[in-house]
């Protein structure tokens, strides 16, 4: 067989490695939305966007103020490849705290945030000929971090007759010899979802008989409305080949710092560390320094931010399930809330750009997430309630026009 042809740079000629095709993709039609309000935003037209999550909160002073006096002190060199010491133990005992899970400071590995954390974690799981499963509706870059170890993405739907949850027997299907890995989400972007301890009894069930790992993406993990998270590191049969990936990003509010961990088991964390090493070389000392002090103790700035949240996703889905047409579970963690609109007839893609034309609203259509999305839309919390309420008012006077 031939090898594949390598593709060519349009205006040079110049030929790439075949990989980066494998992170690129179309770019579905369903992000152009956000594309779209951002331009009209910088117009200065009158838009609300509600298509993505980065929590509108400043970082607690407190953690500012330990950067820059880290900074001033001189901690502006090269440091520990996989992270200093004193923040590999505090994200142990986080860990902990948090889940239960006993984490070895050794088994950490610090990295610029949990996107960083999923890719390197996954380029040290599978590669070509391999198959990473993930539910779907996923998160968007899911699909590109597996493609971009060589290996296949499988996706296992969460539909919306089961609340989007996962089905025992659509897992089992999905799983073949070449599955090397699950990676997920919980509490899961885009739906809002908390997985279940019968959910992690299935998924323990297959990774135990076929020596799959499971990639927890747990970047929600403190932003819960009820329950809190169950950690997957904790469940039987998963204690000893589950990575759990996480970041200060969302729980701090601190997405700009890049600060976030792998959290592996047996021999990962050293395959971690020399892939660091020769991908990036350590984080900034400062920040670390920083996030050891964000680690340290609670901060008053995050409970306000937890309760806020709290009281937006409250808000948006009374409002929501007051509309004709439309519908939502409430989202028991994380920063998004599925609008159902299935009643209206109208697909989600078609449906979010009729409703951007009609009132400047943009929440992202739910098959930009994967099939099982179709008929929702994905609305962030991440904007102060007032904008909240005055964007379910244009949802509801264009649903009203249906
Ligand atoms: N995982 C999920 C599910 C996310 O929603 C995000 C951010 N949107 C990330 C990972 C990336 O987080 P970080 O800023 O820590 O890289």
Redesign the pocket.
């Known amino acids: 067989m031939s090898p594949p042809l390598r593709p060519i740079d349009a205006k040079t000629g110049m030929p790439y490695a075949h990989r980066v095709t494998w992170v690129g993709g179309e770019g579905s039609r369903a992000w152009r939305i956000h594309d779209l309000a951002s331009e009209a935003i910088a117009e200065g037209q009158d838009v609300i966007d509600l298509t ?3 929590p509108d909160f400043d970082t607690p002073t407190a953690i500012v103020d330990a950067a820059v006096t880290s900074m001033r002190a001189g901690r502006t060199h090269y440091t520990d490849m996989a992270g200093i010491p004193p923040l590999r133990e505090a994200i142990a005992e986080r860990q902990q705290r948090l889940t239960g899970q006993v984490v070895d400071p050794d088994d950490v590995v610090v990295v ?7 890719f390197s974690t996954l380029q040290c799981l599978a590669g070509p000929g391999d198959e990473v499963v993930m539910l779907e509706p996923t ?1 968007a ?1 899911y699909e590109a971090l597996v493609g971009a170890s060589g290996a296949r993405a499988v996706n296992v739907p969460l539909s919306p007759e089961r609340g989007f949850h996962i089905d025992p027997a659509d897992l089992a299907a999905a799983i073949t010899p070449r599955t090397r890995a699950i990676l997920m ?1 919980f509490p ?2 885009p739906t809002g979802v908390m997985i279940t301890k019968d959910e992690l009894a299935a998924i323990a069930e297959v990774c135990h008989q076929r020596d799959i790992w499971l990639v927890s ?1 747990e ?2 993990g403190s932003l819960t409305y009820g329950e809190r998270h169950h950690s997957p590191a904790t469940t039987p049969g998963l204690e000893d080949r589950t990575v759990v ?6 729980s701090h509010a601190m ?1 700009g710092w ?3 961990w792998a959290i592996g088991q047996g021999e990962l964390a050293s395959h971690l560390y020399n892939l660091l090493l020769c991908q990036l070389y350590g984080c900034p000392p400062f920040i670390q320094d920083a996030a050891v002090i964000a680690l340290s103790r609670e901060y008053e700035e995050i409970d306000v931010m937890r309760a806020e949240f709290a009281a937006r996703r409250t808000l948006v889905a009374e409002r929501v399930n007051d509309m004709p047409l439309a519908a939502c579970l409430p989202p028991e963690g ?1 920063m998004f809330l599925m609008i159902d609109i299935r009643a209206t007839g109208l697909g989600s893609v078609d449906f979010a750009f009729r409703l951007f034309e009609a009132e400047g609203l943009a929440l992202m259509p739910g098959v930009g997430f994967g099939p099982s999305g179709e008929g929702h839309l994905r609305l962030s919390l991440s904007s102060p309630r007032a904008v909240l309420e005055d964007a379910c008012a244009r949802l509801a006077r264009f649903l009203g026009t249906l």
């Open positions: 993505i999550g980065d610029p945030g949990a996107q960083c954390g999923l998160y870059t989400n899961h972007n993406d970047v929600y990936v996480d970041s200060l990003s969302k997405t890049r600060l976030g994380g």
